[in-house]
């Protein structure tokens, strides 16, 4: 689902940066409810999805076509081609390696993953936690 929420945002938004981050905060409830999924995968997932079809609303689409002196068609049907393709490849790539792996992180390495621990501001009333104490200016 990573690459398709983070594609269907780029698309939407014209922005890789945005649709990485968005479609990561988008999934952090998923991870947290299903630990066995590989995150490492997942990012990759999500990295490639966010390449997919460059166009007029990407600030690397037009710095591409100024660089090259190209035309707006002519970028669109160059780099916006290899941009999708390099993303479809990438998927497919991180789909092979989910099969090959077995799709899961089984080992001991990754830790469980809980909202709370990486949105400390989340806490019931907006508090900060306790142990999260002002930086003393020495």
Do not use: C
């Not at 390495?109 to 909202?115: D, G, K």
């Amino acid at each position: 689902y990573g690459w398709v929420i983070a594609a269907f945002i780029r698309v939407s938004t014209g922005s890789a940066t945005v649709a990485i981050t968005t479609a990561a905060g988008l999934l952090v409830p998923m991870l947290a409810a299903h630990p066995e999924v590989n995150r490492e995968l997942l990012v990759l997932s999500l990295g490639f999805g966010s390449l997919f079809l460059s166009h007029l609303n990407d600030g690397g689409f037009w710095i591409v076509a100024k660089y090259f002196g190209l035309s707006e068609r002519d970028t669109l049907k160059t780099w916006t081609v290899l941009e999708s393709v390099l993303s479809v490849a990438g998927f497919v790539v991180a789909a092979a390696l989910s099969v090959g792996l077995g799709a899961t992180a089984s080992d001991a390495t990754s830790p469980p993953l809980t909202v709370s621990a990486h949105a400390p501001m989340l806490q019931e009333g907006g508090a900060a936690p306790a142990e999260a104490a002002p930086v003393s200016k020495a």
